[in-house]
């Protein structure tokens, strides 16, 4: 028990210091090194735009979401996703989880994403050769349970960045959570914080920092109709974003993401999301853009579970996810 509270102080140890002592420069997560850091982690929190810090979940990804929410269900359990992004960009990943019984259930997984190739040219203009670019990422994390219903976990990151040959750089990250089932109500309780660390290593003369991230997350499962909803804080460590003239409501929604899931049975399931600073940073029309919207299906075939999930980026077009998982 000793053990336990020390592991639960450290995590929210944590969550404080990002509170209350985040330098404002954390807060522009867009301009921060690493982006393959700041990914949805599946199709299934990708169709409920990125709402997934309480959502419970029995797959290895949840690694990615919340440490906490790995549990014994994630044994011999592997995962592979997929995202088909804008113009040559794609990414995925893959995870495996096992539980070690009183020890803890533990994953580990690796993130990628690739940039494409590009024409390298001397000054004059003339293409001399072609170079790539990529992020990577290798995560390893636990989580036990403290009280009935109440578990903390933690994982850890080390990323590295490649432009050519020549350039990279790494850095090495933890994420921290706790989430609280309280399956007798149907609803949960989630909150994280994600990416604290250091860079050990910036490309070029340029200074990289991590995409730390505070969030806080509620679920319900609705008594009388099959909708699981989900409502997630993000970004909470500061809170910006918006018009210079936006009032309080306009400032929360900036860090908010909704989302709904209808789960007709544990085979088929129909899902939506959106996040308000997607759609205001995205949009064109004045009206009708469904930028920052997102939906997607899940479907179970014996042990074989598909997840896929679009999100709108407006005129730019729209994210295809695919997310593969099954017991080993």
Wanted: glycine share 12%; with cysteine; aromatic share 10%.
């Amino acid at each position: 028990m000793h053990l336990h509270r020390i592991a639960l102080s450290f995590c929210l140890l944590l969550i404080a210091s990002l509170t209350l002592g985040a330098p404002s420069a954390q807060a522009q997560i867009e301009n921060s090194g690493f982006p393959v850091l700041q990914l949805e982690p599946s199709a299934r929190t990708a169709a409920l735009a990125g709402s997934a810090t309480a959502l419970l979940d029995n797959g290895s990804g949840a690694l990615f979401s919340n440490p906490a929410l790995l549990t014994a269900e994630a044994d011999g359990r592997i995962e592979f996703s997929y995202l088909n992004h804008l113009s040559d960009i794609d990414a995925g990943w893959v995870a495996y989880g096992k539980d070690m019984g009183e020890l803890g259930s533990f994953g580990a997984g690796i993130r990628y994403l690739s940039f494409g190739q590009f024409d390298e040219r001397n000054e004059l203009g003339e293409k001399v050769g072609s170079f790539s670019a990529a992020d990577v990422a290798l995560t390893v994390g636990g989580a036990r349970t403290w009280k009935p219903g109440l578990r903390y976990g933690a994982a850890l990151s080390i990323m590295h960045a490649s432009i050519a040959a020549s350039s990279n750089a790494t850095g090495i990250g933890l994420d921290a959570g706790l989430v609280y089932d309280d399956s007798e109500n149907r609803q949960s309780f989630g909150v994280s914080v994600h990416n604290v660390g250091t860079v050990l290593s910036s490309i070029g003369e340029r200074s990289d920092r991590l995409p730390a991230d505070l969030r806080i997350g509620y679920t319900r499962t609705l008594a009388h109709l099959p909708l699981l909803v989900s409502v997630t804080g993000y970004r909470l460590h500061k809170m910006d974003g918006g018009p210079d003239d936006a009032g309080a409501i306009a400032r929360i929604l900036y860090h908010t993401r909704f989302a709904g899931e209808f789960q007709f049975s544990e085979s088929f399931q129909i899902r939506f999301g959106y996040d308000h600073r997607r759609h205001d940073q995205l949009k064109v029309k004045s009206r009708l853009d469904m930028a920052g919207f997102s939906t997607g299906l899940g479907i179970r075939i014996s042990r074989f579970a598909f997840d896929y999930a679009f999100n709108s980026w407006s005129s730019l077009g729209g994210l295809h996810r695919l997310t593969i998982a099954s017991s080993i």
